[in-house]
C-alpha cells in the first residue's frame, strides 16, 4: 500500500508534515522534551509557592489582629 493510499496513510503524511514544519522552524523533538520539562518545573514551583502562602496565612502571628475596614459603597 502505497502512502497516500487508504485511511492511514492520509493520518501518516499529515503527522510528516507537521514533524517537517517542526524541524524547519528548528523546533526538534529533544528542543519540545526540554520546553515541556521546564514548563511542568515551572508549574511545581508555581504550586509550591502557593502552598506556602497558604501555610503562612493559615496561622497568623500571635498579637496581630487584623480589623474591619469601613467602605462606602455609594
Given at each position: 500500500?502505497a502512502?497516500?493510499?487508504g485511511?492511514?496513510g492520509?493520518a501518516?503524511?499529515a503527522?510528516c508534515?507537521?514533524?517537517?514544519?517542526?524541524?524547519?522552524?528548528?523546533?526538534?523533538?529533544?528542543k519540545?522534551?526540554?520546553?515541556?520539562?521546564?514548563?511542568?518545573?515551572?508549574?511545581?514551583?508555581?504550586?509550591?509557592w502557593?502552598l506556602?502562602?497558604?501555610?503562612?496565612s493559615a496561622a497568623p502571628?500571635?498579637?496581630r489582629?487584623?480589623?474591619?475596614?469601613k467602605?462606602?459603597?455609594?
Amino acid at each position: 500500500m502505497a502512502q497516500g493510499d487508504g485511511e492511514g496513510g492520509a493520518a501518516r503524511r499529515a503527522c510528516c508534515l507537521i514533524s517537517e514544519i517542526l524541524e524547519e522552524a528548528g523546533f526538534d523533538r529533544e528542543k519540545a522534551r526540554q520546553l515541556r520539562r521546564q514548563v511542568l518545573e515551572g508549574m511545581i514551583l508555581l504550586c509550591r509557592w502557593q502552598l506556602e502562602r497558604m501555610d503562612a496565612s493559615a496561622a497568623p502571628p500571635a498579637g496581630r489582629t487584623r480589623k474591619a475596614r469601613k467602605v462606602d459603597l455609594s
